[in-house]
């Protein structure tokens, strides 16, 4: 019901005439929309930042996404034609794509199931049509809404009548959810992967889809533990598709200092010069820095590697930082698993439009979304991610997977 409520947000902000009206409704909502992740970014980001860092990630966010609503307000009422699709598309769509949290347009599942773009169309234009509509004589103004209202009736029906908006999962695929907590904790990353490995060597599915993070490094080395495992998935055309961490190469500049290992000093005072003052982060035993991607990995009896395309802002992706985990905007949103045409939603996308919106433009055939929640236990965030992908799997008429660690 929150998604769909939240469909009220344009009528709520727009009706005001003056932009300080709008952005204070806007402001309201999107604060308490957002309120959730103060606790998760705590928990996320760990004791290095104080109170004050999640809170202005908090009101940063919450104020860049409630300016479009300002600027969207007119008393002209027919522009609200324009502006209306405008503002929600703008809180969708760069520059904001990358923290357009909590959007209205996520209710597009549930309001018209199964009509595609066409729903998502109408869910955008049509407060527009309303608001600019209001002024009219009365007469004219009931025979409008009363069209608007038979559409509406028309897109969120229609589809139901002729075919559920649910349709039917590839036969032996499964996703396994997980209570693993903090796998990047001391033991537990073992612990994760036998569970990972018996759970596989337990079951007849073809396609097993396990949550973000699961593997907290994939490498060779890792690669070669699970040696057995794989060469049964490969003889049994078992499908394995987990979330992992994937090394980076380090910096050039970083990658330097290890010339310090030839106490040579002088490669290592020309590497002190060049570098930029950003801070190098060691793993124990080793003079590099550990650079971590967060992917799903396919292996088995097929493999493949898909890069999540938006990391989680401050957490992950770190702007003007060498050691940041990139974002990838531009990047594929289809993986093929087995001969379905795969989106893949990585945990903070699924709270986001615009890797949907880039991943449906490449006509996919499932949906898959892995998270790792056990950082935001307790908030409403894994419900609201859930519900989203449900919604947009609902939408397109395509079948869903969620594999979630908590």
């Known amino acids: 019901m929150g998604m769909i409520a939240a469909a009220v947000l344009p009528y709520t902000c ?24 103060i606790a998760g970014l705590e928990r996320y980001l760990g004791a290095s930042p104080t109170f004050l860092t999640p809170l202005a990630i908090w009101i940063f966010g919450a104020t860049a996404l409630s300016i479009p609503w300002a600027l969207a307000a007119t008393s002209t009422r027919t522009q609200h034609l324009w502006r209306a699709p405008l503002a929600l598309s703008a809180t ?5 794509r990358i923290i357009g949290l909590a959007s209205p347009l996520t209710a597009a599942g549930y309001l018209f199931p199964g009509t595609a773009w066409i729903g998502l169309a109408a869910l955008a234009f049509l407060p ?12 004219h103004r009931h025979a409008v809404w009363c069209s608007i209202a038979a559409a ?58 396990f949550p973000e993070s699961v593997v907290p490094r994939w490498s060779e080395a890792t690669e070669g533990f699970w040696l057995q495992s794989l060469d049964r998935c490969r003889r049994l055309g078992q499908i394995l598709a987990f979330g992992a961490g994937l090394p980076r190469p380090v910096p050039n500049d970083i990658a ?3 010339d310090l290992r030839l106490y040579d000093f002088g490669p290592a005072l020309d590497a002190l010069k060049t570098m930029d003052g950003a801070p190098v982060h060691l793993t124990p035993g080793s003079t590099s820095p550990e650079l971590i991607d967060n992917a799903l990995v396919v292996a088995g009896a097929d493999s493949a590697t898909f890069y999540q395309r938006v990391p989680l802002p401050i957490g992950m992706w770190q702007p003007f930082s060498r050691t940041s985990v990139p974002l990838r905007l531009g ?8 001969h379905q045409r795969a989106a893949v939603l990585i945990c903070y996308e699924q709270m986001l439009t615009f890797p949907v919106f880039a991943s449906m433009l490449e006509h996919p055939t499932v949906i898959l979304g ?9 908030t409403s965030i894994p419900r609201y991610q859930a519900n989203a992908v449900r919604g947009w799997a609902r939408l397109f008429r395509l079948p869903y997977f969620l594999a979630v660690n908590s």
């Open 14 to 37: 727009l009706t005001p005439a003056k932009k300080k009206d709008a952005f204070r409704a806007a402001l309201g909502y999107y604060l308490a929309a957002l309120w959730p992740m």
């Open 92 to 96: 969708a769509l760069p520059p904001l």
């Open 128 to 139: 527009g049509v309303v608001l600019a509509t209001s002024r009219l004589p009365m007469r």
């Open 152 to 209: 509406c009736l028309a897109l969120g029906t229609v589809p139901r009548l002729f075919g559920s908006s649910d349709v039917a999962a590839p036969r032996g695929w499964i996703a396994v959810n997980t209570n693993l907590g903090d796998i990047s904790q001391p033991f537990r990353d073992f612990a994760a992967a036998q569970f990972i490995q018996d759970t596989a060597a337990k079951t007849s599915a073809r396609v097993l889809i």
């Open 256 to 258: 330097k200092l290890n």
């Open 331 to 338: 990047a594929p949103g289809i993986l093929p698993i087995d």
């Open 370 to 378: 892995i998270s790792n929640t056990f950082w935001v236990a307790g």
